[in-house]
T-cell receptor, first 112, second 114 residues
Framework: QKEVEQDPGPLSVPEGAIVSLNCTYS??????FMWYRQYSRKGPELLMY????GNKEDGRFTAQVDKSSKYISLFIRDSQPSDSATYLC????????????FGGGTRLMVKP | GAGVSQSPRYKVAKRGQDVALRCDPI?????LFWYQQALGQGPEFLTY????????KSGLPSDRFFAERPEGSVSTLKIQRTQQEDSAVYLC????????????FGEGSWLTVV
């Protein structure tokens, strides 16, 4: 079993919908949590970065971390066709801060 | 350029051939990382440099993989005697500080071994 699990999708939603993307993990040492967006044939782009448990909001994006459940989420409000991409969660431990462990990615399609 | 630059973008190698992949990080970035991304998977850590020092190479899958950053800027990932299982996207990333949490990726070098 992988340390970080993510539903591969694809997840198809209509434009304007609220999107919920999730990851579960098994390593309780993870303290830093990130979400990356990756367009086809491009490198991952950092969207959100959070430390420990709690919520963080940035525009249409909200990241939530629940360390007690080992569960993180990314919410996208008012989704746009340009949000169509693969979303990767990533995390790291305090004593291994230079290595990110990624989920497998969820492919999102927002239909106009 | 403003971002992390990688070359070649696409490489087809015959099995057994040696390949070299180049990464030009964002100017002034101290930390440099290599990740491997198989088709349909998330990136997996290969190695980490702080300036010219290779501080972590725990993710390199075999001794056929070698990375260097001799002057603390440009880095090269070399794969000797390529095998079909080496086919993947090789992503380079850099960070201005010492942390690997907020890093900036290049577009990757797509390697296909035939």
């Amino acid at each position: 079993q992988k340390e970080v699990e993510q539903d591969p999708g694809p997840l198809s939603v209509p434009e304007g919908a609220i999107v919920s993307l999730n990851c579960t993990y098994s390593n309780s040492a993870f303290q830093y949590f990130m979400w990356y967006r990756q367009y086809s044939r491009k490198g991952p782009e950092l969207l959100m970065y959070t430390y420990s448990s709690g919520n963080k909001e940035d525009g249409r994006f909200t990241a939530q971390v629940d360390k007690s459940s080992k569960y993180i989420s990314l919410f996208i409000r008012d989704s746009q066709p340009s949000d169509s991409a693969t979303y990767l969660c990533a995390m790291s431990a305090a004593n291994a801060g230079n290595m990110l462990t990624f989920g497998g990615g969820t492919r999102l399609m927002v239909k106009p | 350029g403003a971002g992390v630059s990688q070359s070649p973008r696409y490489k087809v190698a015959k099995r057994g051939q040696d390949v070299a992949l180049r990464c030009d990080p964002i100017s002034g970035h101290v930390s440099l990382f290599w990740y491997q991304q198989a088709l349909g998977q998330g990136p997996e850590f290969l190695t980490y440099f702080q300036n010219e020092a290779q501080l972590d190479k725990s993710g390199l899958p075999s001794d056929r993989f070698f990375a260097e950053r001799p002057e603390g800027s440009v880095s090269t990932l070399k794969i000797q005697r390529t095998q079909q299982e080496d086919s993947a996207v090789y992503l380079c990333a850099s960070s201005p500080g010492l942390s690997g949490n907020t890093i900036y990726f290049g577009e990757g070098s797509w390697l296909t071994v035939v």
